[in-house]
């Protein structure tokens, strides 16, 4: 079982940057799929990025593609969300989650499981 605790988030104003930072335990971390997702008040949880198990492979949501970017560091067991140009809409609970169904990159919550607690990103206009 991993476990896992986001950490980051914040009040920032349009078009400044946060970095979000995913600490994981437990399970080999360094074998794992890893997925950012957001989920707005009274929205379901969207995707935003995910990583593959070596840092190698990365996929975005076309909202965010350009202006983020997912990262990981295997020695310190934590993947990273790197968030520049940030815009009000981008305002949400953010979650950290391991991909534990199926194989290669996917943007399905289904696909994920041990959700950390969330970190808030709030962006002002």
């Known amino acids: 079982q991993v476990q896992l605790v986001e950490s980051g988030g914040g009040l920032v104003q349009a078009g400044g940057s946060l970095r979000l930072s995913c600490a994981a335990s437990g399970r080999t971390f360094s074998m794992l799929d890893m997925g950012w997702f957001r989920q707005a008040p009274g929205n379901e949880r969207d995707f935003v990025a995910a990583i593959s198990w070596g840092g190698g492979s990365t996929y975005y949501a076309d909202s965010v593609k350009g202006r983020f970017t997912i990262s990981r560091d295997n020695t310190q067991n934590t993947v990273y969300l790197q968030m520049n140009s940030l815009k009000p809409e981008d305002t949400a609970v953010y979650y950290c989650?391991?991909?534990?169904?199926?194989?290669?990159?996917?943007?399905?919550?289904?696909?994920?499981?041990?959700w950390g607690q969330g970190t808030q990103v709030t962006v002002s206009s």
């Open positions: 989650a391991v991909r534990t169904r199926g194989l290669g990159l996917s943007k399905n919550p289904q696909d994920f499981g041990s």
